[in-house]
């Protein structure tokens, strides 16, 4: 299914760009087009912190759905992921779980995934959890914000920009800065219900 623009996600963007900015954190943005497969692995292992606000996917039916290759089908969307390649058929902008097992997130304190059910994945017996964390685990990665189920854009970017406020801005730890930052967006009128802003959390793999 092609994957449908993300009105918010600029905004996001920008703001967590001028909050580094007025910090002195250097930053590198890949946005529209710029934000192809093969750029954002040749910039996430140098990276200390590493923020993706795209679609995410996982196999249909998530943590219950049998799937033979639960890395294959877990991933992100990048620019030209609504491209197919006429041999194999594949989204060209797809970053799969699997391709994120070879990158290098030894550096990265935090990445986190501004995106749809990235926190799911699929039960292999003896492997526990298989998808976007384990992925991200193995390729290094120390903790990471993810998603259990479909969240809304503009909320979203609502809770990332009073998270790396209180980050950045406020210099606060970052589970008190994610914590007050739900706590924003649950006072907001739009946003009270927990669909908004409770299916967030940061995971250690401590």
């Known amino acids: 299914m092609p994957f449908a623009p993300l009105p918010w996600s600029d905004d996001e963007a920008r703001k967590l760009a001028s909050l580094a900015s007025d910090r002195q954190i250097a930053t590198i943005r890949l946005d529209a087009g710029r934000a192809t497969k093969a750029a954002v692995l040749a910039q996430v292992g140098a ?61 990265a304190r935090l990445v986190v995934l501004s995106a749809c059910n990235t926190g799911l994945g699929v039960k292999a017996s003896g492997q526990g959890l298989l998808g976007l964390r384990s992925a991200l685990y193995a390729a290094g990665a120390r903790r990471v914000v993810m998603s259990l189920w479909p969240v809304d854009d503009e909320a ?33 009128e739009r946003f009270r219900e927990p669909r908004f802003w409770a299916g967030w959390s940061i995971v250690d793999p401590e």
């Open 156 to 188: 979203t970017k609502v809770l990332m920009s009073s998270f790396y406020e209180r980050l950045w801005g406020e210099g606060k730890p970052l589970l008190q800065a994610f914590h007050e930052a739900q706590k924003a967006v649950r006072s907001d």
């Open 47 to 107: 990276a200390t912190f590493v923020h993706l606000a795209t679609h995410g996917f996982v196999p249909e039916g998530g943590t219950d759905a049998p799937a033979r290759t639960p890395l294959v089908n877990s991933g992100l969307a990048l620019s030209g992921a609504n491209v197919r390649d006429p041999v194999t058929l594949q989204g060209v902008g797809i970053l799969t779980a699997e391709e994120i097992l070879d990158a290098d997130l030894g550096r």
